[in-house]
């Protein structure tokens, strides 16, 4: 039988060597077969043992497996060394720097003229006003007509209305009338009492529109907010305590309210609502034109002729009415001296609110 030929201390020196140049674990796993596995290259030398004479069978089978033995453990250290350099390099990569500054997330938020619309309605809903909403494109019933604006009336050039061309299919649906931008919230004085009856209190913010240049104080499209409260007992006093706490509450400090006769056809007595300016406390300066007082609203008690055309005998009823501008209202509240910066969508003055 011839002997086989082993060469231990080269198999040595080829899988030490082998073994510590692998790269990663599988390659690793692949040298341990080649040498240690079910067929591999000392595997078989520790099988053909029993073909040597039994003095080299010993001595072979000793060197052979202390051999088996030094693999495994160089193995164990270089699995070792395999993932610690693994661990290195996964935390190089996913290195956190947690003294960094955080990222700024840019969010949005409301336009200052919705925050001012959204305060209002808060106090006047504490003080048990509903807020109601009416459409832009109005008829001009309701817009003129219904609040006592006589066809030649000359209350009618106040405003001035931007009509609208009556598409051939709606003429119909609304008989004789001609269809315009709402000129003021007036109107849905109107709509909401022809469908609820009083006692009632509403407020009604929307948008208004108007044919007119623009300046720092006009604008073709802004926003009010009308006031109604309708029951048995309604006065003035009631009127002035309302707004006088309204005035209170939204700019968080003591104001002054004053009424001056006005002319509404709707109304009647009228008048115009000034406070006391909050650039001055009153005293006069350039905000005021030096009167101490900034003009804020149109109001009045509702006018009898307004009842009637929505079917409510004034004999019974009583109430008051007012609409203030929204953009006003957020120009003293923030002290902005153009309104055309609300509609201007500039980011630089939107950014400030
Ligand atoms: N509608 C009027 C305007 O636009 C304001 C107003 C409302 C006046 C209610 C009296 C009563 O100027």
Redesign the pocket.
């Given at each position: 039988m011839k002997t086989p030929n082993i060469d231990l201390k080269n198999l040595k020196n080829k899988a030490k060597n082998e073994i510590e140049k692998a790269e990663d674990l599988k390659e690793l796993n692949d040298i341990f077969k080649r040498y240690l596995g079910k067929r591999g290259e000392l595997t078989q030398v520790l099988r053909s043992l029993e073909r040597l004479p039994k003095a080299k069978r010993v001595k072979v089978g000793k060197e052979a497996n202390e051999l088996k033995n030094f693999l495994r453990i160089k193995c164990e250290q270089k699995v070792k060394e395999i993932k610690e350099k693994i661990k290195k390099e996964t935390a190089k990569i996913e290195w956190i720097d947690i003294t960094r500054p955080g990222k700024k997330l840019v969010l949005g938020h409301l336009h200052p003229l919705s925050q001012v619309k959204n305060k209002t309605e808060e106090i006047f809903q504490l003080m048990g006003f509903s807020v109601v909403e009416g459409p832009e494109v109005e008829t001009e019933w309701y817009n003129f007509d219904a609040l006592n604006i006589p066809k030649d009336h000359p209350a009618r050039d106040i405003w001035d209305t931007l009509w609208l061309k009556e598409p051939e299919n709606q003429k119909s649906k609304i008989k004789n009338q001609k269809l315009l931008l709402r000129?003021?919230?007036?109107p849905v004085q109107i709509r909401y009492m022809k469908k609820n009856n009083p006692p009632l209190r509403i407020i009604v913010p929307g948008r208004v529109f108007r044919h007119e240049a623009t300046d720092a104080s006009h604008e073709i499209n802004f926003y009010?907010i009308?006031g109604l409260m309708v029951d048995k007992k309604v006065t003035v006093v009631n009127f002035k305590a309302i707004i006088q706490e309204f005035f209170q509450k939204f700019f968080e400090k003591p104001i002054k309210i004053r009424l001056r006769p006005g002319f509404?056809p709707?109304?009647e007595p009228?008048f115009e609502v000034d406070m006391s300016c909050l650039a001055c406390k009153g005293k006069g300066c350039s905000v005021c034109s030096h009167t101490g007082w900034l003009e804020m609203?149109?109001?009045?008690m509702v006018h009898p002729n307004v009842f009637k055309a929505v079917g409510l005998n004034p004999k019974n009823w009583q109430g008051f009415?007012?609409?203030m501008g929204l953009d006003r209202l957020a120009m003293m509240k923030y002290k902005i001296n153009d309104i055309r910066l609300f509609y201007s969508g500039d980011l630089r003055f939107l950014h400030q609110f």
């Amino acid at each position: 039988m011839k002997t086989p030929n082993i060469d231990l201390k080269n198999l040595k020196n080829k899988a030490k060597n082998e073994i510590e140049k692998a790269e990663d674990l599988k390659e690793l796993n692949d040298i341990f077969k080649r040498y240690l596995g079910k067929r591999g290259e000392l595997t078989q030398v520790l099988r053909s043992l029993e073909r040597l004479p039994k003095a080299k069978r010993v001595k072979v089978g000793k060197e052979a497996n202390e051999l088996k033995n030094f693999l495994r453990i160089k193995c164990e250290q270089k699995v070792k060394e395999i993932k610690e350099k693994i661990k290195k390099e996964t935390a190089k990569i996913e290195w956190i720097d947690i003294t960094r500054p955080g990222k700024k997330l840019v969010l949005g938020h409301l336009h200052p003229l919705s925050q001012v619309k959204n305060k209002t309605e808060e106090i006047f809903q504490l003080m048990g006003f509903s807020v109601v909403e009416g459409p832009e494109v109005e008829t001009e019933w309701y817009n003129f007509d219904a609040l006592n604006i006589p066809k030649d009336h000359p209350a009618r050039d106040i405003w001035d209305t931007l009509w609208l061309k009556e598409p051939e299919n709606q003429k119909s649906k609304i008989k004789n009338q001609k269809l315009l931008l709402r000129t003021h919230t007036s109107p849905v004085q109107i709509r909401y009492m022809k469908k609820n009856n009083p006692p009632l209190r509403i407020i009604v913010p929307g948008r208004v529109f108007r044919h007119e240049a623009t300046d720092a104080s006009h604008e073709i499209n802004f926003y009010q907010i009308e006031g109604l409260m309708v029951d048995k007992k309604v006065t003035v006093v009631n009127f002035k305590a309302i707004i006088q706490e309204f005035f209170q509450k939204f700019f968080e400090k003591p104001i002054k309210i004053r009424l001056r006769p006005g002319f509404f056809p709707f109304t009647e007595p009228s008048f115009e609502v000034d406070m006391s300016c909050l650039a001055c406390k009153g005293k006069g300066c350039s905000v005021c034109s030096h009167t101490g007082w900034l003009e804020m609203m149109g109001a009045g008690m509702v006018h009898p002729n307004v009842f009637k055309a929505v079917g409510l005998n004034p004999k019974n009823w009583q109430g008051f009415a007012f609409g203030m501008g929204l953009d006003r209202l957020a120009m003293m509240k923030y002290k902005i001296n153009d309104i055309r910066l609300f509609y201007s969508g500039d980011l630089r003055f939107l950014h400030q609110f």
